[in-house]
């Protein structure tokens, strides 16, 4: 399986709103290499919110919506605002044809996370969750492969319960560095006699 990756070093030359937004997201989450820095996160999604990127609307809606550590507290009904907010620009990311293709796979794998926590107008559908970030999965989306196996397989969330599935997907994503897929699997017991 090819995973997307992304160097953040070009990233940073771009000052284009996807990459604001994959940068927010590295230090959020700790992908592509990235060291957690919710100070650093917070600031590439406001520099994409300042270029009405939807994405960075969605990301900083799912920020106050959870919070960010010590740098931004919840806020339920802000993080609502946004996320309502943002839904219609993703929409139109992904039904533009001018719209990169890796760009639509991260713009789709958001509306899969509208559908499975019933985000902004969004009705949770865990069924119709699954069907996107499994497509996701397969075009190689790392967050989207780490969701299939702790989320979606191992707890049976829009599709059957499959350990084995779910052990397979984290693995991929622990293989490719994940650092959450690397707890995941250690937390689940994967790898080790049951």
Request: charged share 30%.
């Amino acid at each position: 399986m090819n995973i997307i990756k992304f160097d953040l070093k070009q990233l940073k030359e771009k000052e284009d709103g996807f990459s604001y937004y994959i940068l927010g997201r590295s230090y959020d989450l700790e992908e592509n290499g990235a060291n957690q820095d919710y100070d650093k996160a917070l600031k590439y999604y406001k520099k994409g919110i300042e270029l009405d990127y939807p994405l960075c609307t969605y990301s900083l809606g799912i920020s106050y919506k959870l919070g960010l550590g010590n740098t931004l507290s919840i806020d339920e009904q802000k993080g609502d605002m946004l996320l309502t907010k943002a839904y219609p620009g993703i929409m139109r990311l992904i039904n533009s044809q001018s719209t990169d293709e890796i760009e639509k796979i991260y713009a789709r794998f958001v509306t899969g996370a509208y559908y499975y926590w019933g985000l902004g107008k969004t009705e949770k559908d865990f069924r119709k969750a699954f069907e996107i970030i499994k497509d996701c999965a397969d075009k190689g989306h790392i967050a989207a492969i780490y969701d299939l196996g702790a989320n979606f397989y191992y707890n049976g969330n829009g599709t059957d319960k499959n350990h084995r599935l779910a052990e397979n997907y984290l693995k991929i994503a622990k293989q490719a560095g994940l650092k959450r897929a690397i707890e995941k699997y250690e937390e689940y017991q994967f790898g080790e006699e049951r």
